[in-house]
């Protein structure tokens, strides 16, 4: 049974081999000549201002969280969609119900104040 | 395609999870209630979450009959991943008693620590409603989501006073080793739907009793090994304990209290179902793990006790060797030792939330005196809570005629009528052992000299009333256990 | 169809009442609201009692079961919380919360002032409730919770004043020797239980199921008479019976009306009923119903020669029930279990009566003794005499119940105390010896109530002269009761009229008999014997309390010089009885001195060197493995984390390769 999942294996070896593979390669052979500005994340455009590895607010987090609810009802309403028309009234009620578990979830967040930024 | 909506329909019966649907309905209103109120408002969000906890009551008692049992009829939902029965509406009792009893100790405690947050109710009710899919869920991704409901909303309430390390650090624990543990579960499950191509216990049973084979396969015992982990751990038994002194030392006290009671009722709800109807066939193996794993978490429980000063913490350690002596009760895994389950969660529920509201009403603010020393004298300049103190400690440590003798009693009997005399003999020495630390607490009630006046102790209303239940329950069980018991059996058989 | 469905009513009253008291007593402070309330209590399940005893008068059906709830159910023991309602505890629920309420309400006035107003209230509603509990259980176990709980409520009403040691000291006394007969009778349970159960497979403690199936046993059968013997242990530890009575003298340190309800009344003849409840099993063992009957006589007679000697007027009173109650075990000895119950009865009226008159008489004098500054005993009869005028309410009430307990006709002693003689010649388990016995105790006991009588209210004023003046009725509150008990004390015989004279008088039957007949009719002996012989054995029983009665007044009131001279001739006899034949002294050399030596030894032996050093060791040990698991809980996360890796590696591996 596991000898159809063969290809697979070699496939990964593959990949594997490829990335080390290129990887190694390139530090072994490449010339390495560094200075500062190649060393800077950026070798063009702005100059660098502090570190990279700063504390993100809080509040980045609850728009990501605001996002992943509705990204759910989207990942729900698709095939929803699809077959609206068999599931009938049922379906759009079980829906309407969905939907409305989340718009309670929308009110309160509106109402804690989530959405505005200050 | 074109019957896809009457399929949809004869299989959603909405009546199978009417309790939980009611509970998270008041849930959300509630939270709307919350948003739209004034701050530092909270006190009229306990009632409506009380009065919540009554209608969901009365929802299930009204769907109890006698033929109910595990085994026997039901209500079932959800194309059979929802079902009904005697066993999940005594659940849902355990569970909306201990809601209860906590939600009445909360409200004056939350404005004694500053923050009268009205989420708490409604993180209550949710959890609530996850432990009744626990206990009702017969498809193991059921039985996952309500756990997940359960632990994401206890959480929350573990870290609920932000501003505080301690609960900050407990809920954080929680939160970690708790995604750990469910991963363990997660993929005991896949393993266990590998094997048997289902995640309907009653059709793994099925499965299982019909190929024999399978019983011997290493994914399934896998399976099964790694599928207990995530419950042990939910009811803290040995070795996954060692979150439980942490996390209910650090979470607010009535947290506490409902972590012990409600969730851990949970956990040994799906964990019985999953393990007696699921993997019946696998008995004699689980049965001797779990002989093993009732002692070690027995004598973890009770010798670390010994040593604790701060009650909460002492009480923690106390909690876990409760769980162990439940679990004799599911090695025993006969009629009077899993209906004795059923009756040890309802009994530690009062006798352990009992204890837990006098915490409540003792500690200072910012839980300042909760450790031996701040109970000298507390017998007398509080006599009213000194004794219904030393009641429930009567109850924790199983003397007469307290609820947890009669649990005790019911829990040793199913072993001895099983077989398992030396487990039973164990459990008897632990409760000896368990006497010394509750004991301490009574003398240092009664009989050291007040160091302070406990002028602070103020008797709030819903903590009293919580406390009277609480021991209005333990000589209830205690005293008349029959009626109790019977409902119990009929859960069962 | 009568309903019973309030039964529990009975013992919930009392059961309220003690709770209210005992908890916010302290609050309350007002001694008329606790009074009011524990009085109320018991009243209120006299109330109930009443409807419920009129009701089964007119029912036909005799015997109910009322069950609650199911209190245990472990495999084959069954016990549920349920009472029992016949003939036979419909009497005693009468007698106890009737008496009980009187008694409550004597309580009001007798203990004013007193301090623990509250705590001694609590206590008797208490007392009052397990006794209920006692006799209305339908079953061993329920009457056993009630057993015990009337044990512990003597013990605490008892040693009410607990900072008198000798006080304390007969509550201890009383407890131990109680707990010697609880161990017969719950031996005798086990044994019962354990045979019906497994021999017969009958697993049951219920009392109807008992009766009915009492017969596989076997009548006479080595079992049913180990079993009832260790019943009748149990009642002699309980009801004051040679050789366990020595606590009840003692018992009268506690408060007077605690004398009267407990340990005159109603516990002490728990015994009593307990073997009328089992009468069936006593029935099939004779053996032990000649023992019963045996020591029953010998009990009323040794319990009487004690009590000629005795100054306290309580301790008097006290030999004199330890008497009683062995007419009432020699009336159960002999099969007569209607007579026993009917002088039950009786005696709860006119012992009641004497206690509370003896209590009315304590506390006057204590009053008059107070005003004076004098320090003389009140409970001494030397110190009395002469208050028949000071006292006109409580002198009557007590020399009527003085009569009645003489057995003077008429009066209700005499109807069940001849019943009990008549029977203990003619039934078949009968003799003339034990008639004998039991006609000489009767002429004693007419002799002493009357030096009793004598020595309190007749003849010269022996009280300190500036007291006299002091000494004056007491209350209402407190002649009430003696009133209402005093004619009780009279009238209470005439339900139990004997066959000869309801023949002679004119068909009169005999209603006790009767309304017994469902529980008793069965094992209740036949005295079998012509009319004209018991009418002349009672016409020999009254004249010998003639005589007694007689006796006492020419020694004690017509030459009171006399009793001097009598004691001066007869030193050594004199001594002996008021000593009480050194029967408490044999016991401390035979048995309490040994077991203190044992304790001693083992104490300082044995347990000091073995077992502390056991238990010791143990103790460390658990403490230096608790010290060592604590430092697992490191606190950090990962370690925990890593725990349980290496938990679900033992685990799996575990399932895999076992």
Redesign the interface.
């Known amino acids: 049974m596991l000898d159809t999942y063969l290809p697979i294996l070699v496939l990964i070896s593959i990949a594997v081999a490829f990335a080390i593979g290129s990887v190694v390669f390139s530090r072994l052979i490449g010339q390495k000549k560094p200075s500062a500005v190649k060393l800077a994340p950026y070798e063009c455009g702005m100059p660098l201002i502090g570190s990279a590895r700063e504390r993100v607010s809080v509040k980045f987090y609850l728009v990501a969280v605001t996002f992943i609810v509705f990204d759910i009802e989207v990942a729900f309403l698709y095939p929803w969609a699809v077959v609206f028309k068999q599931l009938g009234w049922y379906g759009a009620g079980a829906m309407g119900f969905f939907i409305f578990v989340l718009v309670i979830g929308l009110i309160y967040e509106w109402k804690k104040g989530a959405l505005e930024w200050e | 395609m074109e019957n896809l909506a009457q399929i949809a329909m004869q299989d959603v019966n909405f009546g199978a999870i009417m309790p939980s649907l009611v509970l998270v309905c008041f849930g959300m209103a509630l939270l709307l209630v919350t948003v739209f109120s004034p701050r530092g408002k909270t006190t009229h969000v306990a009632y409506l979450s009380i009065l919540a906890l009554v209608v969901t009551g009365i929802v299930s008692l009204a769907t109890w009959t006698p033929a109910g049992s595990l085994v026997g009829n039901w209500q079932e939902g959800f194309g059979g991943s929802v079902r009904l029965d005697n066993f999940a509406t005594f659940f849902n009792i355990v569970f909306l008693i201990a809601a209860g009893l906590t939600i009445l100790m909360s409200d004056d405690y939350l404005k004694r620590e500053e923050y009268p947050i009205g989420e708490y109710y409604p993180l209550i009710l949710f959890t609530t409603a996850g432990a009744m899919w626990m206990a009702s869920g017969t498809d193991l991704m059921t039985i996952f989501l309500g756990l997940e409901v359960l632990s994401i909303s206890l959480y929350v309430l573990a870290g609920f006073f932000r501003r505080q390390e301690r609960s900050n650090e407990a809920g954080?624990?929680y939160f970690?080793?708790g995604a750990?543990?469910t991963g363990?579960l997660l993929y005991g499950i896949a393993l266990i739907y590998g094997v048997t191509g289902t995640t309907k216990v009653a059709l793994i049973g099925e499965i299982l009793a019909n190929n024999p084979s399978l019983l011997t396969n290493?994914m399934t015992?896998?399976g099964?090994?790694?599928m207990?982990?995530g419950f042990l751990?939910k009811i803290a038994a040995a070795?996954?304990h060692?979150?439980t002194?942490?996390v209910y030392q650090g979470a607010p006290t009535p947290i506490t209290a409902f972590m012990s009671a409600g969730p851990k009722a949970a956990a040994f709800a799906a964990f019985l179902r999953v393990f007696v109807i699921g993997l019946a066939g696998l008995q004699d193996?689980w049965t001797?793990?779990l002989w093993i794993l009732a002692v070690l978490t027995m004598i973890?429980g009770n010798?670390?006790a010994?040593?604790q000063t701060n009650l909460k913490r002492m009480l923690a350690y106390s909690s876990i060797a409760h769980a162990g002596y439940a679990l004799v009760g599911m090695v025993a895994a006969n009629a009077?030792g899993l209906s004795g389950i059923l009756f040890y969660m309802l009994a530690y529920t009062f006798m352990n939330l009992g204890a837990f509201a006098i915490l409540v009403l003792a500690g200072k603010k910012g839980e300042d005196n909760l450790t031996l020393d701040g109970f000298a004298g507390f017998g007398f300049k509080r006599p009213f809570l000194g004794v219904a103190m030393s009641i429930f400690l009567l109850s924790l440590m199983g003397i007469p005629p307290t609820a947890g003798f009669?649990a005790k009693?019911?829990i040793f009997?199913g072993a001895v009528?099983a077989g398992y005399i030396w487990l039973a003999i164990i459990g008897v020495l632990n409760s000896a052992?368990s006497l010394y630390y509750y004991l301490r607490v009574m003398v240092y009630m009664y009989f050291r000299d007040p160091a302070e006046d406990y002028g602070w102790v103020k008797m709030h209303a819903g903590a009293v009333l919580s406390i009277v239940v609480a021991i209005i329950g333990v000589f209830y069980l205690g005293?008349?256990?029959?009626?109790v018991?019977?409902f119990a059996k009929l859960a069962i058989f | 169809m009568y309903s019973y469905d309030y039964l529990w009513l009975i013992p919930f009253f009392p059961l309220l009442g003690a709770i209210i008291n005992g908890f916010l007593g302290k609050k309350i402070k007002s001694e008329k609201v606790i009074g009011g309330l524990g009085t109320l209590a018991i009243a209120g399940s006299f109330a109930v009692s009443c409807f419920y005893f009129f009701q089964l008068l007119n029912d036909p059906q005799k015997v109910h079961q009322q069950v609650?709830?199911?209190?245990?159910?472990?495999?084959r023991l069954q016990v549920?919380?349920g009472f029992l309602l016949d003939p036979l505890s419909a009497l005693m629920i009468l007698i106890v919360s009737g008496v009980g309420s009187l008694i409550h309400l004597y309580s009001i006035g007798y203990m004013h002032g007193e301090e623990g107003f509250y705590r001694f209230f609590s206590y008797l509603n208490l007392f009052c409730f397990s006794m209920l509990m006692l006799v209305l259980g339908n079953n061993a176990l329920v009457m056993f919770i009630g057993w015990e709980g009337v044990g512990l409520c003597s013990y605490l009403l008892i040693g009410y004043y607990f900072h008198k040691k000798s006080a304390g000291d007969a509550a201890k006394k009383a407890f131990v020797v109680n707990r010697v007969g609880d161990f017969g009778f719950l031996l005798g349970l086990f044994l019962l239980f354990w045979t019906l159960g497994s021999d017969h497979g009958v697993w049951t403690l219920n009392f109807v199921e008992i009766a009915a199936n009492a017969h596989l046993l076997g009548a006479g059968s080595a079992v049913v008479t180990i079993v009832t013997l260790c019943f009748f242990i149990g009642a002699t530890g309980k009801s004051a019976q040679i050789p366990l009575y020595t606590w009840l003298p003692d018992a009268m340190e506690g408060p007077t009306p605690v004398s009267a309800l407990i340990h005159a009344a109603t516990m002490v003849t728990a015994g009593v009923y307990m073997i009328g409840r089992m009468n069936v099993l006593f029935f099939m063992a004779p053996s032990t119903m000649m023992v019963v009957a045996i020591v029953g006589a010998a009990t009323a007679l040794f319990a009487a020669t004690i009590g000629l000697a005795q100054n306290d007027i309580k301790r008097v009173l006290a030999y004199s029930t330890v008497s009683q109650l062995g007419y009432m075990f020699l009336a159960m000895g002999v099969g007569a279990f209607t007579a026993g119950i009917f002088h039950l009865m009786t005696h709860a009226f006119f012992k009641a009566c004497l206690f509370l008159g003896s209590g009315s008489v304590i506390h006057a004098m204590h009053h008059g003794l107070h005003h004076a500054h004098s320090h003389d005993d009140p409970q001494d009869m030397r110190n009395m005499g002469g208050l028949r005028k000071k006292m006109p309410i409580t002198y009557i009430t007590f020399l009527v119940s003085a009569i009645a307990i003489a057995g003077i006709p008429g009066f209700s002693a005499f109807f069940s105390k001849d019943e009990i003689l008549w029977f203990a010649f003619a039934s078949p388990q009968g003799s003339p010896w034990l008639w004998a016995v039991g006609a000489c105790a009767a002429g004693l006991t007419a002799f002493y109530m009357f030096r009793l009588v004598h020595m309190t209210f007749h003849g010269a004023q022996r009280t300190a002269a500036k007291a006299r003046d002091h000494i004056h009725e007491s209350p209402l509150v407190i002649t009430i009761p003696l009133m209402v008990l005093g004619l009780l004390a009279v009238v209470g015989g005439y339900v139990g009229i004997p066959h000869v004279i309801g023949n002679a008088l004119g068909h009169i039957p005999n209603y006790l008999d009767n309304f017994l007949h469902p529980v008793f009719g069965a094992t209740q002996a036949q005295a079998h014997g012509a009319a004209s012989t018991e009418v002349s054995l009672m016409v020999v029983s009254v004249a010998l309390a003639v005589i007694g009665i007689l006796l006492a007044s020419w020694m004690y009131l017509w030459q009171p010089e006399l009793p001097g001279k009598f004691v001066a001739n007869f030193k050594g006899a004199y001594r002996t009885i008021h000593n009480k034949w050194y029967v408490d002294e044999i016991y401390d050399a035979m048995f309490i001195n040994p077991t203190k030596r044992l304790g001693t030894f083992l104490w300082k032996g044995f347990d000091v060197q073995v077992i502390d050093g056991i238990v010791n060791g143990t103790g460390k040990v658990?403490?230096a493995?608790?010290?060592g698991?604590?430092f697992?809980?490191s606190?950090f996360?990962h370690?925990?984390?890593m725990?349980?890796v290496?938990?679900?590696v033992v685990?799996?591996a575990?399932?895999?390769f076992?």
């Open positions: 954080l624990k970690l080793l750990f543990s363990f290493t015992l896998a099964m090994g790694l207990s982990i751990f070795p996954f060692m979150w002194p942490d193996q001797s793990l973890v010798v670390v010994i040593y009077i009669t009693f019911y009997a009528e052992v005293i008349i256990p029959g009626a018991m019977e | 609650i709830g199911s209190w245990m159910s472990v495999g549920d919380w658990i403490n493995f608790s010290k698991l604590r697992t809980q606190g996360v370690n925990y984390a725990t349980m290496v938990g679900m685990i799996v575990f399932f895999l076992r």
